[in-house]
């Protein structure tokens, strides 16, 4: 009866642990990286922004779909990395007495700036050890964590104790909010057939369009692309012939 109950256990206890394995939204937070070279790291990030298929100039939001999608052709390349993510005090009480701020290349934000509570991009790792953030939608180069954050900055009224980083697996494609509040310390979302990732790049680079056809518009006519439901319906229609030109 003993060993019955003993060999019962050790059975559970395997399958609890298969179940473990193959659920994707517990992966682990201890990311392994490939170490290369600062030029490896260059060229990467020359090759991702390269990539047709994801709008960089349209950094009005998506920008977790633009990370996993660039973390995808990262790991299709053999290279080990990770996702840098960037917070704003107050994501877990959705109050934001400071916000990130880049120029707006486009000139739709207020005041020709956006303002971000968040941001992720990918990060590799230099084999001299230092984390590098690859960010086409703000760099050219690589660039550290430090001068990531100091290009969302660009008022220089945040400081480092009103923001936060986390390196997270690039598997993850988002957090879990609750009446949005942030809730970063439980299991994140993944994206594994990319439904998300291809809705918000096409949403992206069909903003994109819209205003690159309307650069000489009204102000007002220019701002219907801060939001891609209020675009014309005309090019709301091109999502779904969009959604099939991805690589995954």
Same mark, same amino acid.
């Given at each position: 009866?003993?060993?019955?109950?003993?060999?019962?256990?050790?059975a559970?206890?395997?399958?609890?642990k &298969? #179940?473990?394995?193959?659920?994707?939204t517990?992966?682990?937070?201890?990311? =392994? @990286?490939?170490?290369?070279? $600062?030029?490896?790291a260059?060229?990467?990030?020359?090759?991702?922004?390269?990539?047709? !298929? &994801? $709008? @960089?100039?349209?950094?009005?939001?998506?920008?977790?779909?633009?990370?996993?999608?660039?973390?995808? /052709?990262?790991?299709?390349?053999?290279?080990?990395?990770?996702k840098? #993510?960037?917070?704003?005090?107050? &994501?877990?009480k959705?109050?934001?007495?400071?916000?990130?701020k =880049?120029?707006?290349?486009?000139? =739709?934000?207020?005041?020709?700036?956006?303002?971000?509570?968040?941001?992720?991009?990918?990060?590799?790792?230099?084999?001299?050890?230092?984390?590098?953030?690859?960010?086409?939608?703000?760099?050219?180069?690589?660039?550290?964590?430090?001068? #990531?954050? !100091?290009?969302?900055?660009?008022?220089?009224?945040v400081?480092?104790? /009103? =923001?936060?980083?986390?390196?997270?697996?690039?598997k !993850?494609?988002s957090?879990?909010?609750?009446?949005?509040?942030?809730?970063?310390? /439980?299991?994140?979302?993944?994206d594994e057939?990319? !439904?998300?990732t291809?809705k918000?790049?096409?949403?992206?680079?069909?903003?994109?369009?819209?205003?690159?056809?309307?650069? $000489?518009?009204?102000?007002?006519i220019?701002?219907k692309?801060?939001? @891609?439901?209020?675009l014309?319906?005309?090019?709301?229609?091109?999502?779904? /012939?969009?959604?099939?030109?991805?690589?995954?």
């Amino acid at each position: 009866m003993h060993k019955i109950f003993i060999w019962s256990f050790t059975a559970v206890a395997c399958l609890f642990k &298969i #179940w473990m394995m193959d659920d994707r939204t517990k992966l682990s937070d201890d990311v =392994i @990286f490939s170490k290369i070279s $600062e030029t490896a790291a260059q060229a990467l990030l020359d090759s991702l922004a390269g990539l047709d !298929y &994801i $709008e @960089f100039r349209f950094a009005n939001n998506h920008c977790e779909d633009r990370a996993h999608a660039m973390s995808y /052709e990262i790991a299709q390349q053999g290279i080990q990395a990770g996702k840098a #993510w960037i917070f704003v005090r107050g &994501i877990f009480k959705n109050q934001y007495p400071k916000v990130l701020k =880049i120029h707006d290349a486009n000139k =739709i934000g207020k005041n020709d700036l956006l303002t971000w509570k968040y941001h992720v991009a990918p990060v590799v790792m230099s084999d001299k050890g230092d984390t590098l953030v690859l960010d086409p939608s703000l760099c050219e180069t690589p660039v550290t964590l430090k001068e #990531w954050f !100091y290009k969302m900055n660009v008022k220089n009224d945040v400081a480092w104790n /009103e =923001i936060f980083f986390l390196i997270k697996d690039w598997k !993850y494609q988002s957090y879990k909010t609750k009446n949005k509040q942030a809730r970063l310390f /439980e299991s994140w979302k993944t994206d594994e057939d990319f !439904y998300w990732t291809k809705k918000g790049l096409c949403e992206g680079k069909i903003c994109q369009q819209y205003l690159d056809e309307h650069s $000489e518009a009204p102000d007002s006519i220019r701002a219907k692309a801060k939001k @891609f439901k209020d675009l014309p319906k005309s090019y709301q229609k091109q999502k779904k /012939e969009c959604s099939k030109r991805f690589p995954f």
